[in-house]
């Protein structure tokens, strides 16, 4: 059995986190393997420290990338720390977020300083990981300490902390290079270790919302011609609501999708969908044939009391062309200039699994800054004790006031869905998710 700590959750249950990584070899914790010529591994008796040498210090993150290749995900904020004293570091500490982005979680490791966890609103660690900048904790007296964002491409994992008697704007480059390659590094173990999985969990998550964190793609994304970012909630109990995007040459295709019901059969409809969305997409069907072919499979697959609404969408990167297939589901928002829009009327057609006819397609021009946001009925209709809908009024304001802010996509989704449950008082009566997709000016055919 691995041995795993329990920790009791907010709610007083407990769950089981593996806090501390003991080894049943004595004090290395954290032991090296390394290739025999027959192309078998065998375990390295010493600690990871016992490789860290001259040749290490002479170049830190080429020593860090040989040291991690083989190593187990729970030993990597030990060889972190390790290797970030090579740069001038005191210590090192990585913190990973939880799935609703409210709190930081500290990367336990064999020799990494004990740390509480943080909330990313109300923390310098949280500021660093919500402006997606390094930043310098206001200490005056050594020691220093420098907060840097986890960022897989654009994809905030979480923050790392770097602890030193002055953090010189060398050191800071050099943390800076750090942190790239430990971020990757972390991306890499999640997809075959369930260790940050569990990290980052304040909570058990439910079997549906199990199953919707599995299907997502990152929750950011972009190039120097796209910027996507998504977000949902309830993050640990989430159900029918699911989106999906990917960047290929001159196109960025996205989808919006909310499968009727709650719990599990709205979760595994969802993954039908999903899959069916992706599976058309990858075989180069246009949007009318994606959605046909999603019809097809939902109406084939469960009876005609289930179906999901959605907005497939397709943007042309090059000339700012926005087409989209609405199955039943809300119009999408254009952000521009400070102000709101909705694109021109365009009819729309039955929901994912009631349709009888092909959809056409709805065209929008878009221009270059223009930020277009797919949404949930969850987003609008979320609603104060008192009945008041959040509604698209309150939902346009935000997202105006986010864009002159010059707040970054994944910021502005994860302080949205903070006011929607605000506005519910924390208890949603139903899923909440959002797309924001931003064609930017910079590297747009419109400006050439």
């Known amino acids: 059995m691995c041995p795993q700590d329990a920790d009791a959750t907010p709610n007083g249950s407990t769950f089981h986190r593996p806090l501390r990584f003991r080894s049943r070899l004595g004090s290395a914790p954290c032991r090296r393997q390394r290739w025999h010529r027959g192309g078998m591994p065998s375990s390295d008796a010493a600690p990871a420290t016992a490789d860290v040498g001259a040749s290490a210090a002479a170049d830190p993150l080429r020593s860090l990338l040989h040291a991690t290749r083989l190593v187990a995900p729970e030993c990597l904020a030990t060889i972190v720390a390790e290797h970030a004293q090579l740069l001038g570091a005191d210590e090192v500490v990585l913190y990973l977020a939880d799935y609703d982005q409210r709190v930081l979680h500290p990367l336990p490791g064999a020799g990494v300083p004990s740390r509480q966890q943080l909330t990313v609103d109300g923390s310098v660690a949280g500021l660093a990981f919500r402006r997606v900048e390094a930043t310098r904790a206001p200490e005056k007296n050594s020691p220093q300490r420098l907060w840097l964002p986890l960022l ?22 050099e943390a800076r290079a750090l942190t790239a390659v430990v971020a990757d590094l972390i991306a890499v173990h999640d997809t075959h270790s369930d260790v940050f999985a569990r990290l980052r969990r304040r909570k058990s998550l439910s079997l549906a919302a199990e199953i919707q964190w599995e299907l997502l793609p990152p929750l950011s994304f972009a190039t120097d011609r796209v910027s996507i970012a998504g977000a949902l909630e309830p993050g640990y109990d989430i159900g ?64 005609g009391s ?66 277009v946001m797919l949404y949930t009925d969850g987003i609008v209709e979320a609603r104060t004790p008192g009945g008041e809908y959040f509604g698209e009024e309150r939902l346009a304001d935000f997202l105006i006031r986010a864009m002159t802010a010059g ?3 994944p910021e502005t989704l994860r302080r949205l869905v903070a006011a929607v449950l605000a506005h519910q008082a924390d208890q949603l009566s139903d899923d909440a998710s959002v797309v924001l997709v931003e064609w930017p000016a910079q590297g747009s055919d419109a400006d050439t």
Request: glycine share 10%; with cysteine; charged share 20%.
């Open 407 to 409: 707040d970054p996509l």
């Open 240 to 303: 029918g609501d699911s989106f999906d995007y990917a960047v290929n040459g001159s196109c960025a295709d996205f989808l919006m999708l909310d499968a009727v019901g709650h719990g599990l059969p709205a979760a595994l409809l969802a993954s039908v969908a999903i899959g069916s969305y992706r599976h058309a997409r990858r075989d180069g069907l246009d949007l009318p044939d994606i959605s046909a072919a999603m019809n097809s499979t939902i109406s084939d697959q469960f009876s």
């Open 152 to 173: 897989n491409g654009t994809n905030r994992l979480g923050v790392a902390e770097v602890v030193a008697a002055e953090i010189t704007d060398a050191l800071e480059a």
């Open 306 to 371: 289930r179906f999901a609404t959605a907005a497939i969408a397709r943007l042309d990167l090059h000339t700012g062309q926005l087409q989209w297939v609405n199955a039943g589901h809300a119009a999408p928002l254009v952000v521009r200039d400070g102000s709101v829009m909705e694109p021109p009327p365009c009819p729309p057609h039955p929901p994912l699994g009631l349709q009888k006819d092909e959809p056409g397609i709805c065209l929008f021009q878009l221009q270059p800054g223009d930020r």
